[in-house]
């Protein structure tokens, strides 16, 4: 019965998929938004035509050759086998070629490399599978998570238009700005790519890389990981609003403005409890968002990677051992860190989820304040 | 060149004993040649499978038939058994069955370490492919493992992964010895250093380059291994390590190795086009020095692979010029290749067509090679679709072809029977065609932005990779072609004489065909 219903889901889907497949791909490497994406692209043709150039001599030869000297046509082979007249001049030639080529790609590497009298500074930290952003001038950081519904993925409702490259919350960085990227991880080596500015830069875990940019034009502009970072390498995307310096001053307050307000709530809830319905309501939400992609929807994890959490011993018995490691992660695994991630309402939600859910009916409610308690070393 | 085969009257004399018993205590070098080369053609299609997996998840947007964790197993695993199981080891069984009858050789030197260095293979591949059954799966890292995501955040069967690279190691290592012995030693009277045909070179320096990065490999994984559960921190910046040492360690053996892979298929072109050109092979000597100074300049450029991995501007332009250094022996190559067939007498049969397509697919992989070391421009390139069509053009229509034209060439001299010609074309056109809409378009998708080794796309992609998914199952199929064409020919055909192609030139063709059991036990006069 459930074989003959996915059959009948997914060849709909799969038509559909058809129809909004129809978005063009450029052929070719974008010119990008910058000036120094405009000179890769330069170098990239430069580099593309000499290919093309001497592929077409190489192979004109080659096939005059095929066509001219085949024994079905009566000749005689020649004898000959060296002229060292012609090999130093095809060994010559493209040594010549090869000193033209390096001096403006040179040129090109230097200038990317120098990240000095940068006017805005950003930390990027990659995690699986997720970037964080963090203005070092402002008091502004978040997560930027992949956006695009799960559902879709799964092929159950169709594709929107930025499958795969839509985040909950872009960077934002002004036009006109040298922005400078510091880059680093807290687990694996994750890469951080936006193809329209020519930046790739790795994020190794330990140590901080830089690149930079300046963006003339406003707009929205998309990229992904691209080192091999796991199981969903592939759903980690990046997308960068570059906006007026005016509009962006506008929007870094707001956001100061938007973090300090969280945490004065943070400090409210402490007071509050909870009911069991808006926990599991919440838990649910932030499970799905930030757990689920490793112990899975259904709390069974992946056997031999990751745990699951349906009855655990830990989920059904010890609340403080729960408590802390969502909140500090585990070392040497990937369980990561969420004291950070997550606000303490959250963070309690997802811990009585946790401990409710999926048959683990211990009927306990964690609130904010037990999370708090446990951060400040003062666990039951 | 020429010789005198004095053991006709010895045939009868094998000593071999029959059943599985000949084949699991062989020291003959053909015996073990053809286990090699079966192991590789087994492995091919196993690791071909893999591939068709991928191309199947990839044929559509979203994910359909695996999950993300399976996947990545399946690109880690293709990754190393291609490497490791189905070209490397095709190579080895080349190497053993033609260099003795090159150089005029009884057999290898190293008789019993050449049935042991082949018979442990078989079994480090068994370990590999258990591992995919563990809870958890096989190694999911991609087969070039970075740390730390083989380490701390990798599953238990990386233990077995480890264990299993070290056996292919040991394999590789003894194998090479045993070429370097063989080639020093056993070369028969007058058979000097020039005049050794390129196949024997370029095994000679490719044999030089294992012995002296298979251990560095060793090491790596080893490192990874204690990191992983014996506390060490080589990579790991908590402990003073490093994560990029590891990326540093991998190249130092990882760049050689992919000139392992195609040096001998230099060999096997080399010997092919000047056969079927009717020509001697044009500029000898500088093939010699270009496959020699391309071994050196293996060892300077390992970092190209890691432009975005944050280094000093100066090792970056270092890195870059050696880089666009290679291109120069790797030209005089191809330059040369061309020359050998300028004013020649070309005849097209199956082996040269194979050979034909090497020197042009083989020169596009070059080229994209060549644009992936202007590092600005590898910014944009890296990890990207681009890299894979660029591996892929090098290491399947390069080293792939190579060997299946190698085999095509020497089929008769193993068998003493004609393969089938038509069915052989059949089976080069079919090739040619799908190879390429597998590949060729990937170059498109990188450039348009999509990064390797990813489960499910952005839609922009979908067209495109419906169509080199298509190609992938075109090209798997062809294969079988080939399996066909292998079959007949071991089963019967029409019967090979001793030189086989009309302008084979060389010891081997010298000997009958199917070359005896043992041959050169008195060395041939070379004149």
Redesign the interface.
């Known amino acids: 019965m459930t074989k003959t219903r996915s059959l009948r889901w997914?060849l709909p889907?799969?038509l559909l998929?058809a129809t909004?497949?129809a978005?063009?791909?450029?052929?070719?490497?974008?010119r990008g938004v910058t000036e120094?994406s405009q000179?890769?692209y330069d170098?990239?043709m430069t580099?593309?035509w000499i290919?093309c150039a001497?592929?077409a001599v190489?192979?004109g030869?080659?096939f005059w050759?095929?066509v001219r000297?085949?024994?079905?046509r009566g000749?005689?082979?020649?004898?000959?086998?060296?002229?060292t007249k012609?090999?130093i001049l095809?060994?010559a030639i493209?040594?010549l070629i090869?000193i033209l080529?390096?001096i403006p790609?040179?040129k090109?590497?230097?200038a990317?490399?120098d990240t000095t009298e940068a006017d805005v500074t950003v930390l990027v930290t990659g995690s699986?599978w997720k970037w964080h952003y963090k203005y070092l001038e402002n008091d502004v950081e978040f997560y930027s998570l992949l956006a695009t519904p799960k559902e879709?993925?799964?092929?159950r409702f169709a594709?929107g238009?930025?499958?795969?490259?839509e985040v909950d919350r872009p960077l934002v960085i002004p036009t006109g700005k040298k922005v400078r990227f510091l880059?680093t991880s807290d687990?694996?080596?994750h890469?951080w790519?936006v193809?329209a500015f020519?930046?790739?830069?790795?994020a190794?875990?330990?140590?901080i890389?830089?690149a930079w940019t300046r963006v003339d034009e406003p707009g929205i502009y998309r990229?992904?990981?691209?080192?091999?970072?796991?199981?969903?390498?592939?759903?980690m995307p990046i997308v960068v609003i570059a906006k007026s310096p005016a509009d962006y001053e506008q929007w870094v307050n707001g956001e100061a403005e938007r973090i300090a307000k969280a945490k004065a709530e943070e400090q409210e809830l402490l007071a509050m409890n909870m009911s069991m319905e808006e926990l599991m309501s919440v838990g649910a939400r932030t499970y799905t968002a930030y757990c689920a992609a490793c112990h899975q929807p259904s709390g069974e994890g992946?056997?031999?990677?990751f745990p699951a959490l349906k009855g655990s011993a830990m989920a059904l018995n010890d609340m403080p051992g729960h408590i802390n490691i969502v909140l500090n992660g585990k070392a040497?695994?990937?369980m990561q860190a969420y004291a950070r991630q997550l606000s303490l309402k959250e963070i309690a939600a997802v811990i009585t989820y946790e401990r409710n859910a999926w048959g683990n009916n211990t009927g306990e409610l964690v609130q904010a304040a037990d999370v708090h308690a446990v951060m400040q070393g003062k666990g039951e | 060149m020429s010789a005198v085969v004095t053991d006709h009257e010895h045939e009868h004399h094998d000593h071999k004993p029959s059943g599985i018993k000949r084949w699991l205590y062989t020291t003959n070098h053909k015996d073990i040649g053809t286990m090699y080369l079966v192991f590789a053609l087994i492995m091919f299609f196993i690791g071909g499978a893999m591939a068709m997996v991928i191309r199947a998840e990839l044929f559509?947007?979203?994910?359909?038939f695996v999950e993300?964790?399976f996947f990545?197993q399946m690109t880690t695993v293709h990754g190393l058994i291609m490497v490791f199981g189905a070209v490397m080891p095709a190579f080895t069984g080349l190497a053993n069955w033609m260099i003795p009858m090159m150089i005029g050789a009884p057999d290898m030197a190293l008789p019993r370490m050449n049935n042991w260095s082949f018979w442990i293979l078989p079994f480090a591949f068994l370990i590999l492919l258990m591992s995919l059954f563990?809870?958890?799966?096989g190694p999911?890292?991609?087969w070039t493992f970075?740390a730390?995501?083989s380490t701390?955040?990798s599953?238990?069967?990386t233990a077995l992964f480890v264990f299993s690279v070290h056996i292919m190691g040991i394999s590789s290592i003894m194998g090479a010895i045993n070429v370097i012995v063989t080639i020093f030693n056993l070369r028969a009277p007058g058979m000097t250093w020039m005049k050794m045909p390129l196949f024997v070179w370029t095994w000679l320096i490719t044999a030089f380059l294992l012995i002296m990065v298979m251990p560095v490999l060793a090491g790596v994984v080893t490192m990874v291994l204690t990191d992983k559960y014996f506390g060490t921190s080589f990579f790991?910046?908590?402990g003073g390590g490093?994560?990029?040492l590891f990326q540093h360690i991998f190249w130092f053996f990882g760049h050689p190795e992919v000139y392992i892979m195609i040096l001998p298929a230099f060999g096997i072109v080399s010997s092919i086009v000047p056969t079927f050109?009717?020509?001697?092979?044009?500029?000898?000597?500088?093939m010699v020095y270009a496959t020699s100074s391309i071994a050196l300049l293996s060892f300077l450029v390992w970092a190209h692979h890691m432009f975005?991995?944050?280094m000093p501007?100066a090792g970056?332009?270092f890195f870059?010029?050696c880089t666009?250094?290679i291109?120069?022996p790797t030209?005089?190559k191809?330059?040369n290749w061309?020359?050998?067939?300028?004013?020649?007498?070309?005849?097209?049969e199956v082996p040269m067509m194979f050979a034909?397509a090497f020197?042009?697919l083989f020169?596009?992989g070059g080229?994209?090679g060549?644009?992936l070391a202007?590092?600005?421009?590898d910014?944009?390139y890296?990890?990207?679709y681009f890299v894979v069509a660029h591996f892929h053009y090098v290491l399947v229509t390069g080293a792939v072809f190579s060997i299946i034209a190698a085999a095509y060439y020497w089929l008769p001299k193993w068998t003493g029977h004609m393969y089938d010609e038509k069915l052989g074309q059949w089976h080069f056109w079919c090739s040619l065609i799908s190879v390429n809409m597998l590949f060729f378009p990937m170059h498109?998708?990188g450039?348009?932005?999509m990064?390797r080794?990813?489960?499910?796309?952005?839609?922009?992609?979908?067209?495109?990779n419906a169509f080199i998914s298509i190609g992938g199952f075109l090209f798997g199929a062809s294969q079988l072609i080939f399996v066909a064409v292998l079959v007949k020919c071991a089963r019967g055909g029409e019967k090979a004489t001793a030189q086989v192609w009309e302008g084979a030139e060389g010891l081997e063709w010298e000997v009958p065909s199917p070359a005896p059991y043992h041959t050169f036990e008195t060395p041939p006069v070379i004149k």
């Open positions: 997914s889907t799969l998929a909004v497949d978005t063009d791909m450029p052929l070719n490497m974008t120094i000179q890769v170098l990239h580099i593309f290919c001497i592929g190489v192979f030869i080659m050759s095929i000297h085949r024994k079905a000749v005689q082979p020649a004898q000959f086998h060296e002229s012609v090999e095809w060994t493209p040594v090869l080529m390096a790609a040179t090109t590497l230097i990317m490399e699986q879709q993925i799964t092929n594709k238009e930025n499958y795969l490259l880059m687990d694996v080596i890469s790519w193809p020519a930046v790739k830069k790795d190794n875990p330990g140590f890389n830089e990229g992904q990981c691209a080192e091999l970072c796991g199981k969903d390498h592939g759903f992946l056997p031999g990677i040497g695994t990937s | 559509q947007p979203g994910m359909q993300p964790n990545n563990m809870p958890g799966g999911s890292f991609g970075y730390p995501l701390t955040y599953g238990d069967s790991d910046a908590a490093d994560p990029v050109a009717r020509k001697p092979l044009f500029g000898y000597a500088s975005t991995t944050g501007v970056a332009l870059m010029y666009m250094l291109a120069v030209g005089v191809v330059f061309v020359a050998t067939m300028w004013r020649g007498a070309m005849t097209f034909l020197i042009v020169t596009i080229f994209s060549l644009m202007i590092t600005p421009a910014f944009q890296h990890d990207t498109f998708v450039l348009a932005g990064p080794r990813i489960p499910d796309y952005a839609l922009q992609f979908a067209d495109f």
